[in-house]
């Protein structure tokens, strides 16, 4: 069933007169708070992304309920956390918070924060530009590269920023310029070059 096409996206979620019941309690906006908690307390990378991965899947869609989970994880802070995660050295975590992000931007006022504090940690997590993977330079070097742990991202996890990256860009000049003011035009061009066969 589709969401109230009334509400606002800002207001208090329709259809939640009543504290969830049973089967109930796994969609609803209210189980947004211990995911966020787990993601910002906890350190196992597994742990994380389980809990990044529910959140992807909750917001996942056009279903009323994931509407109402991208807006309670802007209400509750929760974007900022995903972003902050973009930065450790784990592949497969940045792989689920990347098209965590991506479902998350499904939401305009998402999208627009997205775009606004999220675009340079997206465009970083790709490989090319100063962030070479075949070669590290001698400089000052930074602690959130594209490669993770001396290791190059999964085929996977790049995907998952190129989708993220997409829908936060469609149909948002800003983002688009964001996009472009970060070096990711020049770094998806590198990628479409050097993966071709994929």
């Not at 991208?70 to 973009?86: N, S, T």
């Not at 006022?109 to 997590?125: F, P, Q, S, T």
């Not at 594209?146 to 993220?164: E, V």
Request: aromatic share 4%; hydrophobic share 40%; charged share 20%.
């Amino acid at each position: 069933m589709p969401y109230d096409p009334q509400w606002d996206g800002v207001g208090p979620f329709p259809d939640l007169a009543e504290p969830p019941k049973g089967i109930q309690m796994l969609w609803h906006p209210t189980i947004v708070k211990p995911y966020l908690t787990l993601l910002s307390e906890c350190s196992n990378p597994d742990t994380l992304e389980g809990a990044a991965g529910a959140l992807q899947n909750l917001a996942a869609g056009s279903w009323k309920w994931s509407v109402y989970i991208r807006a309670a994880v802007r209400k509750e802070k929760g974007l900022p956390i995903l972003v902050e995660l973009l930065r450790i050295d784990n592949d497969r975590v940045v792989c689920a918070v990347a098209t965590a992000l991506r479902n998350m931007a499904l939401d305009i006022r998402n999208k627009e924060l997205i775009g606004k504090y999220a675009m340079r940690d997206l465009v970083h997590r790709l490989p090319g530009g100063s962030n070479n993977n075949n070669t590290s330079s001698g400089g000052g070097g930074s602690t959130n590269s594209s490669i993770l742990a001396g290791k190059t991202m999964s085929d996977d996890t790049i995907t998952a920023i190129c989708c993220a990256l997409h829908e936060v860009i469609t149909k948002n000049m800003e983002n688009t310029k964001a996009l472009r003011d970060a070096g990711g035009i020049e770094k998806l061009i590198g990628i479409a070059r050097s993966k071709g066969d994929k």
